[in-house]
């Protein structure tokens, strides 16, 4: 599978790639604003199946694109990747917290999920996901911990399943709808509380599912 990470110059995106050329299955190519920024990330992995462009360049050709951006560029960055990714899989990780002085993190406040204001802009079927796999937990091996992922399009949340499968040595599961983003995205400010009370790097496990 050739999968190109959006922003993967960044935590989340370096240590997905990483975990993916671990492997040695897929083709992974890493995405930036700045195609040399991109290049020079990419090298750094040291893997032949791994290289970099511009964002929009990246997605040409790709199964599955991640949008691993930082939160507050995702829209825009989905609006000027949309005509190069035409119908191939957009996955959103991105969750649009806000901190608050002496309170913490906060869900976002919009009704929809960034997901799907996301689906607004693009034509590609969108998925969300991964949002509570921290990036320092993706460093060494797959993490024990579940992948949660979710959105409207059979085929697109397989593909993302896969993927996600690939991440984690716990379970890739199906949260349904692309709506069910609003809670995942959500469950980032819950984690980002639990990580500063107990300074950890906490992730998910569902109990209950064979
Ligand atoms: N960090 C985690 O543990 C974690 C876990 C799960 C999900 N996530 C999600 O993954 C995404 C990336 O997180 P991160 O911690 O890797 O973030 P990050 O390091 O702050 O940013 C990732 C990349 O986003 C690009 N970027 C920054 N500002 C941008 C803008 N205004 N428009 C377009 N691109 C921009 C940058 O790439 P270029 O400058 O090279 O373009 C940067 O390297 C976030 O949406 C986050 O919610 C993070």
Do not use: W
Request: net charge negative; with cysteine; charged share 25%.
């Amino acid at each position: 599978m050739k999968i190109a990470i959006l922003g993967g110059t960044g935590s989340f995106g370096r240590a997905f790639a990483h975990r993916l050329a671990a492997l040695g299955e897929d083709e992974v190519v890493i995405g930036s604003r700045d195609a040399v920024r991109a290049r020079d990330a990419a090298e750094a992995l040291g893997s032949p199946r791994v290289t970099g462009a511009a964002n929009e360049d990246a997605v040409r050709g790709a199964d599955l694109a991640v949008l691993a951006v930082k939160a507050d560029g995702a829209l825009d960055t989905a609006r000027g990747i949309a005509d190069a990714l035409g119908e191939t899989p957009l996955l959103s990780v991105a969750s649009a917290i806000t901190f608050e002085k002496g309170v913490g993190a906060l869900p976002d406040s919009d009704g929809l999920s960034l997901a799907e204001r996301i689906q607004d802009v693009v034509r590609a079927p969108v998925t969300a996901g991964l949002h509570s796999i921290a990036a320092a937990n993706l460093d060494h091996a797959p993490p024990e911990e579940d992948a949660l992922v979710c959105g409207d399009d059979a085929r697109a949340k397989e593909l993302a399943l896969q993927v996600a499968d690939k991440l984690v040595a716990g379970r890739a599961l199906d949260a349904g709808p692309l709506a069910s983003a609003r809670a995942l995205e959500g469950l980032t400010a819950v984690i980002v509380n639990v990580n500063r009370r107990y300074k950890a790097h906490a992730g998910v496990r569902i109990t209950g599912v064979e």
